[in-house]
């Protein structure tokens, strides 16, 4: 097992472009998690997936983000219409259900929108 | 509210004991977590601890646990310059949710 892969690591986009990133979590972890990080800040819930059922979603969220997990593994993030604020890391982060839950994070997509 | 807080940074010198502190708001939170995050790495797990424990020992780390304060503490022991880093403190809260403060950077003195 190679970890969680995220995909890619760096993105480069225009205001009002969508984005996608894809997340790999590792294989028999059923829970997937993704997280913002801007410089100088702790990594920001997004949203939560238990199998492919998205079980909480920050109230942060604007309609913009939309988060999917189609068949319980990889899951893809989407931002449309992208704005300069948005330019941040974003990690996802993977566990297998019970015990500690302790995450096991990617290395990250590095988002820049110019 | 589930906020996670942390002062910012800290500097000790080489050799010397490190106390990184956090508050954490949500009093259902069945583990509580230390992660560290090194200049342009991911996070990774340092430690946690049960909410029905007080202390947990790992090697040069102690984690304290005072659940009436709601107040999470991280000691590193003879702390190493390769300790430097940014630490998290993070709870779980409801459906699973993990919430992280917002780090303690932490420099280490040669």
């Given at each position: 097992?190679?970890?969680?892969?995220?995909?890619?690591?760096?993105?480069?986009?225009?205001?009002?472009?969508?984005?996608t990133?894809r997340?790999?979590?590792?294989?028999?972890?059923?829970?997937?998690?993704?997280?913002?990080?801007?410089?100088?800040?702790?990594?920001?819930?997004?949203?939560?997936?238990?199998?492919?059922?998205?079980?909480?979603?920050?109230?942060?969220?604007?309609?913009?983000?939309?988060?999917?997990?189609?068949?319980?593994?990889?899951?893809?993030?989407?931002?449309?219409?992208?704005?300069?604020?948005?330019?941040?890391?974003?990690?996802?982060?993977?566990?297998?259900?019970?015990?500690?839950?302790?995450?096991?994070?990617?290395?990250?997509?590095r988002?820049?929108?110019? | 509210?589930?906020d996670v807080?942390?002062?910012l940074?800290?500097?000790?010198?080489?050799?010397?004991?490190?106390?990184?502190?956090?508050?954490?708001?949500?009093?259902?939170?069945?583990?509580?977590?230390?992660y560290?995050?090194?200049?342009?790495a991911?996070?990774?797990?340092?430690?946690?601890?049960?909410?029905?424990?007080?202390?947990?020992?790992?090697?040069?780390?102690?984690?304290?646990?005072?659940k009436?304060?709601?107040?999470?503490?991280?000691?590193?022991?003879?702390?190493?310059?390769?300790?430097?880093?940014?630490?998290?403190?993070?709870?779980?809260g409801?459906?699973?949710?993990?919430?992280?403060?917002?780090?303690?950077?932490?420099?280490?003195?040669p």
């Amino acid at each position: 097992d190679t970890g969680v892969s995220q995909d890619p690591r760096h993105k480069i986009t225009k205001r009002g472009q969508n984005v996608t990133f894809r997340c790999d979590p590792i294989s028999e972890h059923n829970r997937l998690y993704w997280y913002r990080q801007t410089l100088g800040q702790g990594p920001e819930f997004l949203t939560y997936f238990q199998n492919e059922a998205q079980l909480e979603k920050s109230r942060l969220l604007s309609d913009r983000f939309s988060a999917e997990r189609p068949k319980g593994s990889f899951s893809t993030l989407e931002i449309q219409r992208t704005e300069q604020g948005d330019s941040a890391m974003y990690l996802c982060a993977s566990t297998a259900r019970g015990g500690a839950n302790v995450l096991t994070f990617g290395a990250g997509s590095r988002l820049t929108v110019l | 509210g589930e906020d996670v807080e942390q002062s910012l940074f800290l500097s000790v010198r080489e050799g010397d004991s490190s106390v990184i502190n956090c508050t954490y708001t949500d009093s259902s939170s069945t583990y509580l977590y230390w992660y560290k995050q090194e200049p342009g790495a991911g996070l990774q797990l340092l430690t946690y601890i049960f909410s029905n424990m007080d202390m947990k020992q790992d090697q040069r780390l102690t984690v304290l646990l005072n659940k009436k304060d709601k107040h999470l503490s991280l000691r590193i022991a003879d702390t190493q310059t390769g300790d430097s880093a940014i630490y998290f403190c993070a709870e779980i809260g409801g459906y699973q949710k993990v919430t992280f403060g917002t780090g303690t950077k932490l420099q280490v003195i040669p």
